[in-house]
């Protein structure tokens, strides 16, 4: 069965910083690029980062550019979100989702809340 | 940046027909995919590449994509299709999310 699972998350100070964990299990990571997707309580969903089969691909929203940073360990099927210099708009649920190519979707994880307060 | 909207909310009655629209600039000129968000659930993707629909999700799912606008479908409503809805697509190596629908099944 293919799964995505998210750990990680929790309580952070303004300026902090916070990594969050996704494990994958039921398929090999390196054939797949995997994104972050995140999710303010009660809003829509909004894409944060991707990273290609390697890790050699990156790409991040405009909005935690050089705040953010994405990352894999294909031999642990692992990949990674360091999220440093938090703000308060960082506060959300951030899924971890398998992409096919500059297309789909098709596997989520069930999230990881990330609160960013005082 | 490249911008998705949605309808805020679009009402059903069971059996009924739903269509969902998501518009953006030249949007039939990439793929555009779709996914359903119940309550405290992570999203499922129902239809992916415009018109494919992926194994499991019923049939009464269709989408279509042209010009401005791609349209998610959902024949024959059911109660248990009571969710919000989020059209999708890639602008260069940015992926973008629409504004999202809220389908309720009165």
């Known amino acids: 069965e293919v799964q995505l699972v998210e750990s990680g998350g929790g309580l952070v100070q303004p300026g902090g910083s916070l990594r969050l964990s996704c494990a994958a299990s039921?398929?090999?990571?390196?054939?797949?690029?995997i994104h972050w997707v995140r999710q303010t309580p009660g809003k829509g969903l909004v894409w944060v980062s991707g990273n290609n089969y390697d890790g050699s691909r990156t790409s991040y929203a405009d909005s935690v550019k050089g705040r953010l940073t994405i990352s894999r360990d294909n031999a642990k099927n692992t990949l990674y979100l360091q999220m440093n210099s938090l703000r308060a708009e960082d506060t959300a649920v951030y899924y971890c989702?398998?992409?096919?190519?500059?297309?789909?979707?098709?596997?989520w994880g069930q999230g990881a809340l990330v609160t960013v307060s005082s | 940046s490249y911008q998705l909207t949605q309808p805020p909310s679009v009402s059903v009655s069971p059996g009924q027909t739903a269509s969902i629209t998501c518009s953006g600039d030249?949007?039939?000129?990439?793929?555009a995919s779709w996914y359903q968000q119940k309550p405290g659930q992570s999203p499922v993707m129902v239809i992916y590449?415009?018109?494919k629909r992926p194994s499991g999700i019923p049939e009464r799912f269709s989408g279509s994509n042209s010009g401005n606008t791609a349209t998610l479908t959902i024949s024959e409503t059911q109660a248990m299709d009571e969710a919000d809805y989020y059209c999708q697509a890639w602008d260069s190596t940015t992926a973008v999310f629409g504004t999202g629908t809220k389908v309720t099944v009165l």
């Open positions: 989702a398998r992409g096919v190519g500059y297309s789909e979707f098709d596997q």
């Open positions: 590449q415009d018109s």
């Open positions: 039921g398929f090999a990571l390196s054939n797949y690029w």
């Open positions: 030249k949007l039939g000129h990439i793929f």
